[in-house]
Protein backbone atom coordinates (compact mmCIF):
# COMPACT_ATOMS: atom_id res chain seq x y z
CA UNK A 1 0.00 0.00 0.00
CA UNK A 2 0.72 3.46 -0.63
CA UNK A 3 0.74 4.11 3.48
CA UNK A 4 3.50 1.05 4.17
CA UNK A 5 5.52 2.21 0.42
CA UNK A 6 5.95 5.86 3.11
CA UNK A 7 6.44 4.14 6.50
CA UNK A 8 9.54 2.01 5.33
CA UNK A 9 10.82 4.93 3.53
CA UNK A 10 10.88 7.27 6.63
CA UNK A 11 12.45 3.92 8.05
CA UNK A 12 15.03 4.00 5.92
CA UNK A 13 15.37 7.90 6.03
CA UNK A 14 15.68 7.40 9.93
CA UNK A 15 18.64 4.55 9.59
CA UNK A 16 20.68 6.59 7.37
CA UNK A 17 21.08 9.28 9.75
CA UNK A 18 23.53 6.85 11.64
CA UNK A 19 26.14 6.28 8.81
CA UNK A 20 25.88 10.54 7.95
CA UNK A 21 26.89 11.31 11.50
CA UNK A 22 29.62 8.67 11.97
CA UNK A 23 31.09 8.98 8.84
CA UNK A 24 30.42 12.53 8.25
CA UNK A 25 28.86 11.70 4.74
CA UNK A 26 27.75 14.40 2.80
CA UNK A 27 26.88 13.01 -0.20
CA UNK A 28 24.73 10.87 1.54
CA UNK A 29 23.12 13.98 3.81
CA UNK A 30 22.53 15.59 0.83
CA UNK A 31 20.03 13.17 -0.81
CA UNK A 32 17.92 12.33 2.42
CA UNK A 33 15.62 15.46 2.21
CA UNK A 34 14.98 14.95 -1.78
CA UNK A 35 13.40 11.47 -0.98
CA UNK A 36 10.58 13.12 1.72
CA UNK A 37 9.96 16.18 -0.46
CA UNK A 38 7.44 14.44 -2.48
CA UNK A 39 5.71 13.38 0.42
CA UNK A 40 6.25 16.04 3.06
CA UNK A 41 2.88 17.82 2.71
CA UNK A 42 0.90 14.44 3.65
CA UNK A 43 1.03 14.90 7.15
CA UNK A 44 3.24 17.22 9.84
CA UNK A 45 5.21 14.02 11.20
CA UNK A 46 6.40 13.45 7.80
CA UNK A 47 7.57 17.37 7.54
CA UNK A 48 8.90 17.36 10.50
CA UNK A 49 11.50 14.17 9.46
CA UNK A 50 12.34 15.95 6.21
CA UNK A 51 13.16 19.05 8.39
CA UNK A 52 15.06 16.93 10.26
CA UNK A 53 17.32 15.97 7.51
CA UNK A 54 17.47 19.41 6.31
CA UNK A 55 19.08 19.81 9.43
CA UNK A 56 21.27 17.57 9.35
CA UNK A 57 22.55 18.33 6.14
CA UNK A 58 23.10 22.00 6.94
CA UNK A 59 25.29 20.52 10.00
CA UNK A 60 27.12 18.34 8.22
CA UNK A 61 27.77 21.15 5.61
CA UNK A 62 29.20 23.59 8.31
CA UNK A 63 25.76 25.76 8.49
CA UNK A 64 25.76 25.42 12.09
CA UNK A 65 23.27 28.30 13.11
CA UNK A 66 21.18 27.11 9.94
CA UNK A 67 20.87 23.65 11.54
CA UNK A 68 20.68 24.55 15.09
CA UNK A 69 17.96 27.08 14.04
CA UNK A 70 15.94 24.12 12.67
CA UNK A 71 16.35 21.46 14.74
CA UNK A 72 14.94 23.74 17.75
CA UNK A 73 11.95 24.03 14.94
CA UNK A 74 11.55 20.23 14.62
CA UNK A 75 11.58 19.51 18.12
CA UNK A 76 8.28 21.39 18.44
CA UNK A 77 7.27 19.61 15.71
CA UNK A 78 7.75 16.25 16.74
CA UNK A 79 6.30 17.48 20.26
CA UNK A 80 2.99 18.08 18.34
CA UNK A 81 2.93 14.59 16.48
CA UNK A 82 3.86 12.53 19.81
CA UNK A 83 1.20 9.28 20.49
CA UNK A 84 1.82 6.24 22.35
CA UNK A 85 1.05 4.06 19.01
CA UNK A 86 4.39 5.96 17.92
CA UNK A 87 6.96 5.84 20.60
CA UNK A 88 9.96 5.83 18.05
CA UNK A 89 8.81 10.16 17.78
CA UNK A 90 10.13 10.55 21.53
CA UNK A 91 13.21 8.55 20.57
CA UNK A 92 13.36 10.87 17.35
CA UNK A 93 12.84 14.07 19.37
CA UNK A 94 15.79 12.61 21.94
CA UNK A 95 18.10 12.85 18.89
CA UNK A 96 17.35 16.56 17.80
CA UNK A 97 17.85 17.50 21.43
CA UNK A 98 21.07 15.90 21.64
CA UNK A 99 22.15 17.71 18.29
CA UNK A 100 21.16 20.53 19.50
CA UNK A 101 22.97 19.68 23.05
CA UNK A 102 26.38 19.27 20.17
CA UNK A 103 26.20 22.02 18.90
CA UNK A 104 25.49 24.31 22.25
CA UNK A 105 28.52 22.67 23.72
CA UNK A 106 31.12 23.22 20.71
CA UNK A 107 30.20 26.93 20.97
CA UNK A 108 30.41 27.40 24.55
CA UNK A 109 27.20 27.72 25.41
CA UNK A 110 26.99 25.67 28.50
CA UNK A 111 23.55 26.96 30.23
CA UNK A 112 22.13 26.48 27.18
CA UNK A 113 23.44 22.83 26.45
CA UNK A 114 22.57 22.03 29.99
CA UNK A 115 19.14 23.02 29.64
CA UNK A 116 18.72 21.30 26.40
CA UNK A 117 19.86 18.10 28.37
CA UNK A 118 17.29 17.70 30.37
CA UNK A 119 14.97 17.58 28.04
CA UNK A 120 16.33 14.11 26.73
CA UNK A 121 14.58 11.36 28.77
CA UNK A 122 16.99 9.23 30.87
CA UNK A 123 17.11 6.49 28.62
CA UNK A 124 20.93 5.03 27.66
CA UNK A 125 20.56 5.54 24.00
CA UNK A 126 21.00 9.34 24.17
CA UNK A 127 21.75 9.79 27.36
CA UNK A 128 25.38 8.48 27.26
CA UNK A 129 26.10 10.82 23.97
CA UNK A 130 24.66 13.72 25.80
CA UNK A 131 26.80 13.32 28.81
CA UNK A 132 30.09 13.89 26.44
CA UNK A 133 28.48 16.40 25.21
CA UNK A 134 28.13 18.05 28.41
CA UNK A 135 31.85 17.00 29.13
CA UNK A 136 32.83 19.37 25.80
CA UNK A 137 30.49 22.28 27.39
CA UNK A 138 32.48 21.98 30.78
CA UNK A 139 35.87 21.79 28.98
CA UNK A 140 35.45 25.07 26.03
CA UNK A 141 35.42 26.64 30.15
CA UNK A 142 38.37 25.12 31.07
CA UNK A 143 36.08 23.48 33.73
CA UNK A 144 38.83 20.07 33.63
CA UNK A 145 36.51 18.95 36.80
CA UNK A 146 33.86 18.99 35.23
CA UNK A 147 34.78 17.52 31.94
CA UNK A 148 36.15 14.72 33.89
CA UNK A 149 32.92 14.37 36.08
CA UNK A 150 30.69 13.83 33.03
CA UNK A 151 32.84 11.93 31.24
CA UNK A 152 33.48 9.47 33.77
CA UNK A 153 29.41 9.64 34.16
CA UNK A 154 29.28 8.53 30.26
CA UNK A 155 31.31 5.51 30.31
CA UNK A 156 29.87 4.06 33.69
CA UNK A 157 26.69 3.92 31.76
CA UNK A 158 27.59 2.99 28.62
CA UNK A 159 29.16 0.11 31.21
CA UNK A 160 25.48 -0.54 32.49
CA UNK A 161 24.06 -0.52 29.54
CA UNK A 162 26.52 -0.77 26.24
CA UNK A 163 23.93 1.20 24.02
CA UNK A 164 25.81 2.05 21.02
CA UNK A 165 25.23 5.23 20.15
CA UNK A 166 23.90 7.46 17.19
CA UNK A 167 26.34 10.12 17.85
CA UNK A 168 30.10 9.92 18.06
CA UNK A 169 31.41 12.13 20.70
CA UNK A 170 32.69 15.75 19.28
CA UNK A 171 36.14 15.15 19.15
CA UNK A 172 36.78 18.69 17.05
CA UNK A 173 35.26 20.14 19.60
CA UNK A 174 37.11 17.86 22.56
CA UNK A 175 40.61 18.85 20.35
CA UNK A 176 39.58 22.73 20.56
CA UNK A 177 39.12 22.80 24.25
CA UNK A 178 42.04 21.08 25.52
CA UNK A 179 44.33 22.70 22.76
CA UNK A 180 43.20 26.09 24.32
CA UNK A 181 44.54 24.86 27.84
CA UNK A 182 47.53 23.24 26.18
CA UNK A 183 47.24 20.04 28.04
CA UNK A 184 48.93 17.56 25.60
CA UNK A 185 47.24 14.46 27.70
CA UNK A 186 43.47 15.88 26.48
CA UNK A 187 44.74 15.69 22.52
CA UNK A 188 46.23 12.75 22.60
CA UNK A 189 43.29 11.73 23.57
CA UNK A 190 41.75 12.79 21.00
CA UNK A 191 44.53 11.74 18.76
CA UNK A 192 43.43 7.99 19.90
CA UNK A 193 39.91 8.18 19.24
CA UNK A 194 40.03 10.13 15.88
CA UNK A 195 42.81 7.06 15.01
CA UNK A 196 40.47 4.25 15.97
CA UNK A 197 37.76 6.02 13.82
CA UNK A 198 40.24 6.94 10.77
CA UNK A 199 40.53 3.24 10.33
CA UNK A 200 36.53 2.38 9.99
CA UNK A 201 36.02 5.41 7.96
CA UNK A 202 37.82 7.42 5.54
CA UNK A 203 36.59 10.92 6.22
CA UNK A 204 37.96 10.56 9.67
CA UNK A 205 41.53 10.29 8.21
CA UNK A 206 42.01 14.46 7.89
CA UNK A 207 40.00 14.81 11.59
CA UNK A 208 42.72 12.33 12.94
CA UNK A 209 45.69 14.49 10.83
CA UNK A 210 44.34 17.49 11.88
CA UNK A 211 44.47 16.10 15.82
CA UNK A 212 47.98 14.97 15.20
CA UNK A 213 48.84 18.27 13.66
CA UNK A 214 47.90 20.06 17.80
CA UNK A 215 49.62 17.42 19.34
CA UNK A 216 52.71 18.17 17.59
CA UNK A 217 52.11 22.06 18.20
CA UNK A 218 51.39 21.72 21.81
CA UNK A 219 54.35 19.43 21.97
CA UNK A 220 56.37 22.38 20.40
CA UNK A 221 57.55 20.52 17.41
CA UNK A 222 56.21 22.97 14.74
CA UNK A 223 57.36 21.81 11.65
CA UNK A 224 55.83 17.70 12.61
CA UNK A 225 52.81 20.36 13.16
CA UNK A 226 52.78 22.15 10.00
CA UNK A 227 53.56 18.91 8.11
CA UNK A 228 50.32 17.42 9.66
CA UNK A 229 47.84 20.16 9.46
CA UNK A 230 49.06 21.04 5.46
CA UNK A 231 48.29 16.99 4.89
CA UNK A 232 44.66 17.07 6.61
CA UNK A 233 43.73 20.28 4.86
CA UNK A 234 45.06 18.47 1.21
CA UNK A 235 42.61 15.60 2.85
CA UNK A 236 39.54 17.74 3.37
CA UNK A 237 39.23 16.71 -0.65
CA UNK A 238 41.37 13.61 -0.90
CA UNK A 239 39.73 12.94 -4.04
CA UNK A 240 38.15 15.57 -6.18
CA UNK A 241 38.84 19.26 -6.03
CA UNK A 242 35.20 19.85 -6.99
CA UNK A 243 33.93 17.42 -4.32
CA UNK A 244 32.17 17.88 -1.10
CA UNK A 245 34.72 19.77 1.71
CA UNK A 246 35.59 17.99 4.74
CA UNK A 247 34.36 21.21 6.64
CA UNK A 248 35.49 20.26 10.31
CA UNK A 249 38.57 19.20 9.65
CA UNK A 250 39.40 22.10 6.80
CA UNK A 251 38.57 24.85 9.62
CA UNK A 252 40.81 22.91 12.14
CA UNK A 253 43.53 22.73 9.80
CA UNK A 254 43.52 26.09 8.83
CA UNK A 255 43.18 27.46 12.45
CA UNK A 256 46.21 25.00 13.11
CA UNK A 257 48.40 26.65 10.10
CA UNK A 258 47.55 29.98 11.49
CA UNK A 259 49.03 28.85 15.10
CA UNK A 260 52.15 27.21 14.05
CA UNK A 261 52.49 30.69 11.42
CA UNK A 262 52.14 33.11 14.47
Not at 134 to 150: K, N
Request: hydrophobic content about 50%; proline content about 4%.
Amino acid sequence: SVEEAIRLLVLYVAISIVPVTRTWDSVLASKLPDLLEPFSALSPLLDAVRQNVLALREYVEGRRVQARTRWGEVYELLGRCMSDAQPWIAAMRDAVAQGIVKHEASIGNRAVAFEWAAKIEAKALHRVGTLYELRVACLMHGDTAGAEYHGKQAELLALRHSPRQMFYPSWASELAGWLALRDLTGVGRVVEATRSLAARHARWVPHLRAAEGAFELVRGDLLAARAAFSDALAQTRPHNPEGPLAVLAWTDAIAGLIAVWI
